[in-house]
C-alpha cells in the first residue's frame, strides 16, 4: 500500500500535537506530580487524542480520511494545527492566567454540611422534574425517541445538566460520611447511582465520562496523594484508562443504537452499532472534520469572522424571537460535509480556522490555554469546599474542548457552573436566614428569663432593708 501524500502531512501533524501534549503534560508532572491531574493535563491529552491520534486514524485507518482532501488542504490543517499549538503553549504559559484567579477573590467561605445536602437535593430535584417536563410519560427513554416540545422543550432540556453537579455534591458528602449515619450513606450513593443512570439514559457518551472524571479528580485533589502511595499501584493507570475508554464506546454504541433501533436488548446489535460508526464511536475522525473545515473555509471572504462566539452568546435567545440565529459550527460543517441530523467536532484548530485563518487557530488556542490556566490555579490556590467541587467538575472539560463547536461544547458547561453556582448561592442564602433568625428567637426568652431574674433580686434586696 503506498502512503500519499496527504497521509505524511497528516502523520506530521501527529507527531507534532503528541509531541507538544507530551511536553505539555511533562511540565505539570515535573511541577505538580499528582496535582497534574488538572485542566491543563486534560487540555494537553485533548490535543493528543483528537489531533494526535486523529490524524493517525485519518492517514492509516478506516476510509483513510486525510486522501479525501487535497495537499493544499492538508498542508493548510497542518500549518492550523501547528499555530493552535502554539496559542495553547502560549496561554498555559501566561501571566495573565496566574494572576486572573488572584485578582478576582472567587473564594467562597465555609459552608454547613446541611447545605451542601440540600444543594444536592435541589439540583438533583431541577434534573428529574425537568426530564419530566420535557418528556412526561417517556421519562426513561424520551432522549431517544421524544419530539421537545419547539417552543420551549430545549430550555427546560437543558436544566438536565443539574445532574453531573448533584452526582459531585454526593460524592463530597460521602467522602465526608465516616462515621455518620449508615441511612446518610444510603440516601448519597443511592444519588450517586441515580446520577449515573440518568447520564445513560441522555444517550449520550459525555454526561457519563464526565461524573465519573470528576469524581476522579475530585478524590486526587481531596487526598492530594503522594507519589510513594501509588509505586506499586501503576498498573492502575493503563487499567483505569481502558475502563474510561469501554465507558466511551458503551455510550456511543447506546447512543446509537437507541437513537436508531430502540433501546439496545442483544449485545450483538452493539458491536453492529461499533462497526457501523467507525471512528466516530471514539471521536477519532476529528482531524478529519479539521481538514474540512480549512477546505470549506479556504477564502478569506468565507471566514465567520467570530460567528463562533455569536453562536456561544446568542444560544440562550429563542429562535422564534431571532429567526436567523446562527447554529453551532458542529452542525454547519456536518450538513457541508453530507450529514444533516448531527454535528461534528472539527477540532478547535480547525474552527478557529474557519473564523480568522491561522490567526484564528492560534486564537481559539490562547483563549483555550489561557482557561485552562485560570482552572487550574484556582483549584490550586482555593482550598474552600465549593472551590473543590466547582474546578473536579470544569477540569475535564478541556479535554472535550479541543475536539471544537465551541457553542455545543461550551454552553452545556456554563449551564452546569450556573447551576451548581445558583444552588449554593440560594441554599446557604436561604439556610443563613433561617438559621439567623431561629438563633435570633432561641436568645430571647434568654434575655428575658435573665431581666425577670435581675428584677425579682433586687425586689427581694430592698424587702430587706
Given at each position: 500500500m503506498i502512503t500519499s501524500t496527504q497521509s505524511i502531512i497528516a502523520s506530521c501533524a501527529a507527531a507534532v500535537a503528541?509531541?507538544?501534549?507530551?511536553?505539555?503534560?511533562?511540565?505539570?508532572?515535573?511541577?505538580?506530580?499528582?496535582?497534574?491531574?488538572?485542566?491543563?493535563?486534560f487540555l494537553w491529552l485533548g490535543v493528543a487524542y483528537f489531533v494526535g491520534a486523529g490524524a493517525i486514524a485519518a492517514a492509516f485507518f478506516y476510509t483513510r480520511a486525510a486522501n479525501n482532501f487535497g495537499v493544499r488542504a492538508s498542508l493548510f490543517g497542518f500549518a492550523a494545527v501547528c499555530a493552535g499549538i502554539l496559542g495553547v503553549a502560549l496561554g498555559t504559559q501566561s501571566r495573565f492566567g496566574y494572576l486572573l484567579p488572584r485578582l478576582t477573590h472567587l473564594e467562597a467561605g465555609s459552608i454547613p454540611r446541611i447545605d451542601w445536602w440540600f444543594t444536592a437535593l435541589a439540583l438533583l430535584g431541577v434534573a428529574?422534574?425537568?426530564?419530566?417536563?420535557?418528556?412526561?410519560?417517556d421519562f426513561l427513554i424520551g432522549s431517544a425517541n421524544a419530539e421537545l416540545p419547539t417552543t420551549w422543550g430545549n430550555y427546560v432540556n437543558d436544566l438536565r445538566h443539574a445532574m453531573l453537579p448533584a452526582g459531585l455534591v454526593a460524592v463530597h458528602l460521602l467522602r465526608g460520611s465516616r462515621g455518620r449515619a449508615l441511612l446518610?450513606?444510603?440516601?448519597?450513593?443511592?444519588i450517586l447511582v441515580i446520577a449515573a443512570i440518568y447520564s445513560v439514559l441522555q444517550y449520550s457518551r459525555r454526561p457519563l465520562v464526565l461524573l465519573v472524571m470528576g469524581t476522579f479528580v475530585y478524590l486526587v485533589h481531596a487526598k492530594k496523594p503522594q507519589l510513594g502511595h501509588f509505586r506499586s499501584r501503576y498498573l492502575l493507570v493503563p487499567v483505569a484508562i481502558a475502563g474510561l475508554f469501554a465507558i466511551v464506546l458503551f455510550a456511543a454504541g447506546f447512543r446509537w443504537l437507541a437513537l436508531r433501533l430502540g433501546v439496545p436488548l442483544d449485545w450483538n446489535l452493539l458491536l453492529l452499532a461499533f462497526k457501523s460508526q467507525?471512528?466516530?464511536?471514539?471521536?477519532?475522525?476529528?482531524?478529519?472534520?479539521?481538514?474540512?473545515?480549512?477546505?470549506?473555509?479556504?477564502?478569506a471572504s468565507d471566514w465567520l469572522t467570530g460567528g463562533s462566539f455569536v453562536q456561544v452568546l446568542s444560544n440562550p435567545i429563542?429562535?422564534?424571537?431571532?429567526?436567523?440565529?446562527?447554529?453551532?459550527?458542529g452542525f454547519t460543517i456536518a450538513k457541508l460535509m453530507g450529514n444533516y441530523g448531527t454535528n461534528y467536532g472539527p477540532t478547535i484548530f480547525g474552527e478557529g480556522y474557519a473564523n480568522f485563518g491561522f490567526f484564528g487557530s492560534l486564537l481559539f488556542g490562547w483563549m483555550l490555554g489561557l482557561c485552562a490556566r485560570v482552572v487550574q490555579q484556582y483549584q490550586e490556590i482555593f482550598r474552600s469546599e465549593y472551590a473543590l467541587v466547582l474546578t473536579s467538575m470544569v477540569s475535564f472539560e478541556f479535554f472535550s474542548q479541543v475536539r471544537g463547536d465551541l457553542q455545543g461544547m461550551t454552553t452545556p458547561l456554563i449551564e452546569r457552573v450556573a447551576l451548581l453556582a445558583v444552588a449554593v448561592w440560594s441554599v446557604t442564602w436561604l439556610g443563613g436566614r433561617i438559621r439567623n433568625y431561629a438563633l435570633a428567637r432561641n436568645s430571647t426568652p434568654k434575655a428575658n428569663h435573665g431581666d425577670n431574674g435581675g428584677r425579682k433580686q433586687a425586689k427581694q434586696e430592698g424587702s430587706r432593708e
Open positions: 503528541i509531541a507538544a501534549a507530551t511536553q505539555g503534560v511533562l511540565v505539570e508532572w515535573q511541577r505538580r506530580k499528582f496535582q497534574a491531574i488538572n485542566a491543563v493535563t428529574l422534574v425537568a426530564r419530566y417536563l420535557a418528556y412526561g410519560r446518610e450513606k444510603i440516601i448519597l450513593s443511592a467507525g471512528p466516530g464511536a471514539l471521536n477519532l475522525d476529528a482531524y478529519a472534520v479539521h481538514l474540512a473545515s480549512v477546505s470549506w473555509y479556504s477564502d429563542p429562535r422564534s424571537l431571532w429567526s436567523g440565529k446562527p447554529e453551532s459550527f
